[in-house]
């Protein structure tokens, strides 16, 4: 029998590596009392590596754990920020301790460093959050800051972390409003997505912009609610929305499914000192009604400008900032401002995934605008 071969020839494509999820998830109000046996699969020597406050917060969750276990452990902080001079510090502990895998315990910056010490040092890593701040203990990505907390670029990991351990009862001794932060980040990924990956026609990325909006609508109906109840059913929904949901976004559409406005407007404030009192998703939230502005003002988008009022209703709600003034920024000079949004135009930054220009000036103008009310402020290309 022969078969009549199809002129049509499918187009090469190139190799994409996903790295979608962590292999394991465990959640649960005790999860980490439960997850000895998960965490010792992964060698006998673990590193602890966190924020002091972090650290100590876990120690009570973690120590029966280590102990029941027999593991010999050593723990170390990460110091102030994900910086080069921090890493090389924590791969020297690494040595020192002889560890076979790392445990990372905190918030974003602590569980990015002990991801990047993992993947430099080709160990296995279980990542604990203490907040639901952000989704780092997910992704497969650590943001690198100087010394001095300025942002300064992202680093693409080899994969997702080996277990990821959500434990209700440890997430609810962060204050308040870290979870708030969380939500913050976490709504950002429709804003962006939808901007920088809404006309894609690949099946995941369709996919991770769609989990984008629901995530949205999950975050609008659930959040007052949680932040009233700690500890409740809705709150531990909305945690596991900030956490493990905006995660799941970031894995599924992967670099094509990218940050925009919101997420430079961030790293460019990261770059004022007067801003490091605030959390990444405090500001991240800010930066989503600065990009709503941008399109509002150079595009005259009647729908971003409805999107910009709901948030700014949703924001005083829950307690998200809403201007600059919110930040702590109120004071800052024209000079300074000028330095962040630079530093957000660079020509590298995410902000170009806007489907129309922008220019520092512009950008300063929709800073300083973000709870004006529709139609003021026209600004011409």
Excluded at 48 to 67: F, M
Excluded at 132 to 160: H, K, M, P
Excluded at 318 to 335: N, R, Y
Excluded at 358 to 374: F, G, H, R
Aim: neutral net charge.
């Amino acid at each position: 029998m022969t078969h009549t071969q199809s002129t049509k020839t499918a187009t090469p494509t190139a190799i994409y590596s996903l790295t979608i999820a962590p292999a394991c998830v465990l959640r649960g109000q005790n999860a980490l009392a439960q997850a000895g046996n998960a965490i010792a699969r992964f060698g006998r020597r673990p590193l602890i590596v966190g924020g002091s406050n972090s650290l100590a917060a876990a120690q009570p969750y973690l120590q029966p754990i280590l102990e029941q276990q027999q593991l010999q452990s050593a723990q170390t902080a990460y110091g102030k920020d994900c910086s080069e001079r921090g890493l090389e510090t924590l791969r020297a502990a690494v040595q020192t301790h002889k560890a076979d895998f790392i445990i990372g315990v905190g918030g974003g910056k602590a569980l990015d460093a002990a991801k990047l010490l993992a993947h430099q040092c080709k160990i296995a890593i279980v990542t604990i959050p203490t907040s639901a701040a952000t989704c780092a203990a997910w992704t497969a990505l650590s943001n690198i800051y100087s010394e001095q907390g300025a942002f300064q670029y992202d680093v693409t990991l080899a994969r997702c972390p080996d277990l990821l351990i959500l434990d209700y009862g440890l997430i609810q001794t962060a204050p308040q409003r870290t979870l708030v932060a969380g939500i913050g980040d976490a709504i950002a990924k429709w804003y962006e997505a939808s901007v920088s990956s809404g006309h894609s026609e690949q099946t995941l990325i369709i996919s991770a912009v769609q989990q984008a909006r629901i995530l949205r609508d999950i975050l609008f109906q659930k959040s007052a609610a949680a932040l009233k109840e700690p500890g409740s059913e809705t709150w531990q929904e909305v945690t596991d929305a900030a956490v493990l949901l905006a995660g799941v976004i970031g894995g599924i559409g992967g670099a094509g499914c990218r940050t925009v406005a919101a997420h430079a407007v961030h790293n460019g404030l990261t770059h004022l000192l007067a801003s490091h009192g605030t959390l990444h998703g405090e500001k991240v939230a800010y930066g989503i009604l600065v990009q709503l502005r941008l399109e509002e003002i150079l595009q005259n988008n009647q729908l971003a400008a409805t999107a910009r009022q709901q948030l700014l209703k949703f924001y005083a709600e829950i307690g998200l900032p809403q201007t600059l003034d919110d930040l702590g920024l109120g004071d800052v000079s024209l000079t300074q401002l000028q330095r962040a949004a630079e530093i957000a135009c660079y020509p590298n930054s995410d902000i170009h995934r806007l489907p129309f220009k922008v220019v520092p000036e512009q950008l300063m103008a929709a800073m300083v605008s973000t709870t004006a009310p529709v139609g003021e402020l026209k600004i011409k290309n």
